[in-house]
């Protein structure tokens, strides 16, 4: 399948527009992506400065009530699973492929809100402090999140290399993580109680 950066961007664009009007986004919020897209600029790649797409997963149990949450090694916090996102993955595979790449868990599904909407929960920019071994200035992600859903009882298995363990929280604890995503993910009724 041949990869196309122009249409990669347009898509995005096409996506960061449904998902300002469905949850009244103030269009600065994504200035920077924006401006990249404008220019022409390989969103795409993680070379790509100042800032590139990622992409990330809230992985929800079948109630609604409970976030599996990996402990980031390099951070050194509690965060959804995510990463860099990789052509030619549409942002959905790319949000599923990190969630069980760094969690192990099999058998998860994307929300059907997802499918409906083509658009994901949340768009986030963010920071990321320079890695000068690895030739990397301070950039920005540019994070497409996703709802996914992971059926009781599945194993959790933790790629090591890239996280210090994996646990499931309380939804609240999305609280400190990602306000907006909880926000809109309770304004849809995606979540219990």
């Known amino acids: 399948m041949s990869f196309d950066p122009t ?10 527009d449904g998902h300002a009007a469905a949850f009244g986004v103030h269009g600065a919020k994504h200035a920077v992506l924006r401006r990249q897209i404008e220019a022409g600029e390989d969103i795409h790649s993680r070379r790509t400065f100042p800032g590139h797409v990622t992409t990330s997963a809230f992985i929800l149990d079948e109630a609604g009530e409970r976030i599996l949450l990996i402990h980031h090694r390099s951070l050194g916090r509690w965060l959804q699973p995510g990463g860099h996102y990789e052509v030619p993955d549409t942002l959905e595979v790319s949000a599923l492929r ?22 994901p929960i949340d768009i986030d920019t963010h920071a990321i402090p320079a890695r000068p071994e690895r030739d990397e200035p301070e950039h920005w992600h540019h994070d497409f999140r ?17 996280v210090h363990r994996a646990e499931w929280r309380g939804l609240a604890k999305l609280e400190e ?3 907006l995503a909880l926000r809109n993910i309770r304004k849809l009724g995606l979540c219990g109680p």
Do not use: C, M, N
């Open 7 to 16: 249409i990669f961007r347009q898509h995005v664009r096409k996506v960061l």
């Open 146 to 162: 996703y709802i996914l859903r992971a059926e009781e009882g599945r194993a959790i298995r933790p790629d090591l290399a890239e």
């Open 98 to 119: 990190e969630a069980v790449e760094e969690t192990g868990v099999e058998g998860l599904s994307l929300d059907p809100w997802h499918q409906a909407s083509g658009l």
């Open 177 to 179: 993580i990602a306000p």
